[in-house]
Nanobody, 120 residues
Framework: QVQLVESGGGLVQAGGSLRLSCAVSGSIFSIKAMRWFRQAPGKQRQLVAAITSGGSTNYADSVKGRFTISRDNAKNTVYLQMNTLKPEDTAVYYC??????????????WGQGTQVTVSS
């Protein structure tokens, strides 16, 4: 059984910072790409940031220069450091990843979501 536990969301004023974490536990052979998505009310879920197993990153244009994705492979954890937050960053944030439970058997998992609210 694989579990993803997210933490770090909350309420912050515009211009503030938050750090999201997503810890993975369970039967894991390897973790491939790790990602953060977000979904605002009435909108589609969108990719915010992604990081490969080798550490390469990419970001949505709307967060470039403000958000940083990182991972700690020893802890099976992915982070999203969010700085200079704006009201339009308000959304539920979800971690998403691809992992192998055994070699050659890859699956996609989602976290439960954590609410980020940015007040103006």
């Amino acid at each position: 059984q694989v579990q993803l536990v997210e933490s770090g969301g909350g309420l912050v004023q515009a211009g503030g910072s938050l750090r999201l974490s997503c810890a993975v536990s369970g039967s894991i052979f390897s973790i491939k790409a790790m990602r953060w998505f977000r979904q605002a009310p009435g909108k589609q879920r969108q990719l915010v940031a992604a990081i490969t197993s080798g550490g390469s990153t990419n970001y949505a244009d709307s967060v470039k220069g403000r958000f940083t994705i990182s991972r700690d492979n020893a802890k099976n954890t992915v982070y999203l450091q969010m700085n200079t937050l704006k009201p339009e960053d308000t959304a539920v944030y979800y971690c998403n990843l691809n992992l192998e439970k055994t070699r050659g058997h890859e699956y996609t998992y989602w976290g439960q979501g954590t609410q980020v609210t940015v007040s103006s």
